[in-house]
């Protein structure tokens, strides 16, 4: 087994960072086992299968690897493919436009002044379906993985939402890191030396096939305790030490009271949770409020600022604070 050629540490993205093209990355802040499975990960050669609640982060997490390993040229190593409920397991590997090339075919026979097709070879013919071909995520980064030789990195965003066949249908891409193009007659492979690591993440709403999972190493997001709560809070915005206090703390106890009485149709994540601290943030700015008044509302268990933000449903505003529309 080679050795990996590149580690993920999680500490180069801990502040927010605006790159040259004013890009600007949000703070990731992984738990140390998160880290030893991206490490195990890229060690075997295996995707990295996360799973986690919705707004758990587990869609950040290959950006942070590939900003960790590239940096400002990072976008050269990174592809996406946001799965659907539409999606098909082609199209992470390629897509062939047959109209374009139909309707191509029969433009260029009106323009024929002789009546004689213009026949090419099996080699021309391939060679010219290539403008027709046009590379999905996983051939995208497959390429690169040779052209640069360096690992890419590719993020299959919400497997799940797929259908059952759909995982099955990757088994050849995700072991061997190849496939084959008829139509062109090429042959896709990543380099054996810098195979891609691919993060797939699912939020659970279906079973993955077994044969699927045994060629995945999986990790389980948990949801972040106190102090990593704050610290989430602390890398992404400038509130002073008191508030940032006051925000996790009742945040954790609505959310603490979701999990133990079951009231809840959707508990809160550390999305809402940044949702709700952006909005502090900026009615701040705009001198609308200011941290003292945000701390004692926080603590009055009668009132609950911004509370739009933060619960999603009818039934947990009535739930939690006594002033949400009945």
Known sequence: MAAP????????????????????????LPDPRLVEAIAYAHALGRPLLLKGEPGCGKTLVAKAIAYEWYLDQYRDYYFE???KSSSKAAEG?????????????????????????N????????????????????GLAFNASREKQAPT????????????????????????????????????EADKQFRPLIIITSNDEKELPVAFLRRCIFHYIDFPGPQLLKAIVEANFDLTPNLVEEVVKRFKNIRTRMEEEGITEKKISTSELKDWVKIMEHQIGLQLTDADK????LGDNQKLPFFQVLLKTVNDQKQFIPQAPA
Do not use: C
């Open 153 to 188: 990195v590719v993020l299959i965003d919400e497997i799940d939402k797929a259908d059952i066949d759909f995982p099955n249908d990757l088994l050849l891409e995700l072991d061997q890191m190849r496939f084959d193009i008829p139509e062109t007659g090429e042959k896709i």
């Open 5 to 28: 050629t590149k580690t993920y540490t999680g500490e180069k993205l801990r502040k927010p960072v605006t790159l040259p093209d004013g890009e600007q990355l949000a703070p990731y």
């Open 294 to 297: 945000l701390i004692r509302e």
């Open 93 to 117: 590997r390629y897509v062939f436009d047959y109209i374009a090339r139909l309707r191509d075919a029969h433009l260029a026979r009106s323009w024929e002044t002789d009546g004689k097709p």
């Open 81 to 83: 493919w946001p799965v």
């Open 119 to 138: 026949l090419l070879t099996e080699e021309e013919e391939r060679a010219r379906n290539r403008t027709y071909r046009h590379f999905g995520a996983l």
